[in-house]
């Protein structure tokens, strides 16, 4: 395919098994067309002309906002054995690494918006042609959580290696040499990675469709007061709002790229007017529920929580829900070994890859069309048992018959799901995330 | 020993290995000497003059404070699929039993309180000879929670065995069987069970001593809202509460039958009086510490939170954190097998033992005066390792460094534990529950 023509030059069309094949120039139009039916085939190039930079907040930017003096918050971190130099120098290198970005696009003639994610929404979102998430995969979730197509690219950088495990970003190298990233991309030496999601449709009693934004808890205060008051003026403006409590099913306007959990949590029911604002609440009650997978029986659960994960999210909370240590494999394979007299070895090395292999096959592709669900700490007792602890669905329904649970998206949105409440999860194509892979 | 002597007649006391041995005589004085050094021998007969029965709140009473009419919270059930009927009729199984409880503790003359979870206080435990749960295990662990004396006797009664597992209240036949229950306290026919509980010491920063009652949360909308009012009032009131913030190191005032449990829980930072009551705050985020067990070397990690149990303890949810389902066995065996090409059994009976028995390992008695610390969920990757993820210990020594962790006790009581606290987590024999042990 011929390269290297002027702006805007036209982009020819080949039909291709019913879909439109296109020819992204480089410096040519900033439309994306598929590639070809294959979620990962080699791409032509691709250069957007409008790039969002959707950024972290630092943990010093929000220690900032809470209006302390330099001193005091030095002091603090020092009695608590941080350091306000470490958290100065983390921030520093987030920053570097953004300006290093932002510059390396505008030096090749995009437009950039830089975003902090506070004030991240679907204006951001419509405007660009790709959006790039400067942070680590929780910028990246919450970059993902706002783009509904599947044709908007989202790329992600890893602005602190050393904090953060990036997986959902480009590998680490990038991070200080984007402009390679770049030229990658304008020459098409990359694929495109189209990632599967999780859809959610509620029903029934119990539902509050004014989503809390759990990250914005954390780190924005006058954001997360407001946070309530604009889900609540939100839900009057967007189109296919949920009314208050409906049991008409209604789809929620998420798509989940790691994981659905689904838990109980304690609510506070009282007029918190009179408190200290510290008021610390924990999910702890064991959750009740009832569960069908594919169409199956109903089955009465008591557990810690159900986590419904995509092939994206299999390596992440997921993972760490089901992996298994090598302490636990050890005695597992010698109460094996004492029970049949068989010569199984005990030694480190064979511990650690059967523990490997083992863990191993908890992951799974992001393009993979299926669900994993997992029951965490089943409850099996003379009142509740459970058949199977995990495995892979195409539909999973969950009535909750929890006081006060929660359904947490990628562990950032959190939907009340109550006693009554009926949730049917599942995938669909058009639910797909854009994403890049570039070769290390 | 003679027996059968008359009220108040004086109790004989043998000196044995320099502790005093008693002999509590059937009618006699309500006083109770410790019997001898063994934790679990048989005892003299044991009839308490007062005694307390402390009762759960049943759902339906819940529903009842929230001030709704019968139609309507009828209604409310039905959407949910739940019945008021249902309710009802938990709550008068509870109420029969408790009433047969009082019944026949009166008709032995005993002086009977009965008191809610609510009005039970440190004043009823002075007031009784014995304090009897009429409830579940919940029930119990509040109970067992304001009796900080090894001397006081606690004895647990289930009073809805469809619901409650009950493990540790008498076996299930003395519900609707009280009579006989007192008969053999009465005669001896029973042994005394010393429960070892855990301890905690807290110092640095970010301690908060008004502890929040989680229980109370769920089940009284009053008594929640007066919960941190009346903390802050005992503070000033107690012996031996806590500063304010203090670094120096403090023995918190309560003893854990079950567990410490501490985790990252995300806390409200705002002021919530412009939102709606119903906020949920969700324990999500990954608990970053520091632990030393047995005075070894401080080690980093990063785990859903850290469970650190008694014997008591190590059936509950201790026991769910680490104990494996068949399927994960039967996977692991699996691996084994095909890396060894040894004939490993697959079959179901052979993976049930298996599981049995791994599982099994896992409780330990209530007796014992050890420790048994549990990492959950740990996420081990390029940042973070960690050696072993459970063992036995004398002491443990957990430093937060959560942005907003809890230290919960037994599931009910939550202390604030944030950055730079450190807890060390400890038992001593003086800290032993004191309870009975009746044959089935």
């Known amino acids: 395919m011929p390269v290297g023509m002027a702006r805007r030059s036209a982009v020819s069309l080949v039909r291709l098994g019913g879909r439109a094949v296109g020819q ?22 691709f250069k957007p002309e409008k790039v969002a930079v959707v950024t972290k907040t630092t943990r010093y930017e929000f220690e900032q906002q809470r209006d302390k003096s330099e001193e005091e918050l030095t002091q603090q971190l020092a009695l608590k054995g941080s350091s306000y130099t470490g958290l100065q120098e983390r921030h520093n290198i987030h920053t570097y690494n953004v300006e290093h970005i932002v510059k390396s696009l505008r030096s090749e003639g995009i437009d950039v918006r830089v975003v902090k994610r506070g004030e991240y929404d679907e204006e951001v979102v419509r405007w660009a042609d790709a959006i790039i998430s400067a942070g680590g995969d929780g910028t990246m979730l919450l970059v993902a959580s706002k783009v509904l197509s599947k044709n908007k690219p989202v790329v992600g950088v890893n602005t602190d290696p050393e904090r953060s495990e990036g997986h959902l970003c480009l590998p680490v190298r990038y991070t200080r040499a984007f ?15 189209w990632r599967q999601r999780i859809r959610v449709q509620l029903e029934g009693t119990g539902i509050n469709p004014r989503p809390v934004d759990l990250h914005e808890q954390q780190l924005s205060l006058v954001q997360h007061s407001q946070a309530h008051r604009i889900a609540t003026m939100d839900r009057q403006h ?90 636990a494999v050890e005695e597992l394979l010698m109460i094996g070994k004492s029970l049949t007299r068989l010569d199984i070895p005990l030694n480190p090395e064979f511990i650690a890859k059967v523990t490997d292999e083992y863990n191993a096959s908890l992951v799974f592709g992001p393009d993979d069309r299926r669900l994993f669900y997992s029951i965490r700490e089943p409850i099996v007792n003379r009142v509740f048992s459970s058949s199977r602890q995990r495995g892979f669905a195409n539909k999973v329904c969950v009535r909750s018959r929890c006081w006060n649970a929660c359904m947490v998206v990628d562990g950032g949105t959190s939907y009340k799901f109550n006693d009554g409440a009926i949730a049917t999860i599942s995938m669909s194509e058009e639910d797909q995330l854009r994403t890049v892979v570039l070769e290390n």
Chains 1, 2 share one sequence.
Do not use: M
């Open 238 to 327: 967007k189109t296919g709002t949920l009314p208050e409590s409906s049991s008409e099913p209604s789809l929620l306007p998420i798509r989940s790229l790691n994981e659905i959990f689904i838990g109980e949590s304690l609510s506070s029911r009282v007029k918190l007017k009179s408190f200290k604002p510290h008021v610390n609440l924990l999910l702890h009650r064991a959750s009740y529920y009832e569960i069908s997978v594919d169409d199956g029986p109903w089955e009465k659960q008591k557990s810690s929580g159900l986590s419904i994960c995509t092939g994206t999210g299999s390596k992440a909370w997921s993972y760490n829900i089901n992996k298994l240590a090598e302490q």
């Open 179 to 193: 402009p390679e990233a770049l030229e990658k991309l304008c020459r098409g030496e990359f694929r495109w990675l």
């Open 24 to 45: 992204l120039l480089c410096g040519g139009s900033a439309r994306l067309l598929r590639t070809s039916a294959a979620n990962t085939s080699p791409s032509p190039g």
